[in-house]
């Protein structure tokens, strides 16, 4: 069973930095496309950033491009989201996300078919 686990989220004032990790455990990381989505109170979800499984392509929402970087390292089973110029419209529960079907390409809106726990991110003064 593919589990995800995010760790790194934080409170941190606006202009500020933050890095997101999640470890991927039971599943052959070669075959798996890995997302971040984040969901604001009173919003419905919104995937921000995904990766494909070759790591050749990468999508950001317009709302975090420029911003906000996926990266992967399949030896060390994590996916990462570098968060920078963080506004306080960042404040979210993020949610690493994981796909074994679609795992070859990478849409905004694809749907995930595995989920983490979720890590808060408050941006605030």
């Known amino acids: 069973q593919l589990q995800l686990v995010e760790s790194g989220g934080g409170l941190v004032q606006p202009g500020g930095s933050l890095r997101l990790s999640c470890a991927v455990s039971g599943f052959t990381l070669d075959y798996v496309g890995l997302a971040w989505f984040r969901q604001a109170p009173g919003k419905e979800r919104e995937q921000v950033s995904c990766i494909s499984a070759s790591g050749y392509v990468i999508n950001h929402a317009n709302s975090v491009k420029g911003r906000f970087t996926i990266s992967r390292d399949n030896a060390e089973k994590t996916v990462y989201l570098q968060m920078t110029n963080l506004k306080p419209e960042d404040t979210a529960v993020y949610y690493c996300?994981?796909?074994?079907?679609?795992?070859?390409?990478?849409?905004?809106?694809?749907?995930?078919?595995?989920w983490g726990q979720g890590t808060q991110v408050t941006v605030s003064s």
């Open positions: 996300a994981a796909r074994t079907r679609l795992y070859r390409q990478c849409g905004l809106s694809d749907p995930a078919d595995y």
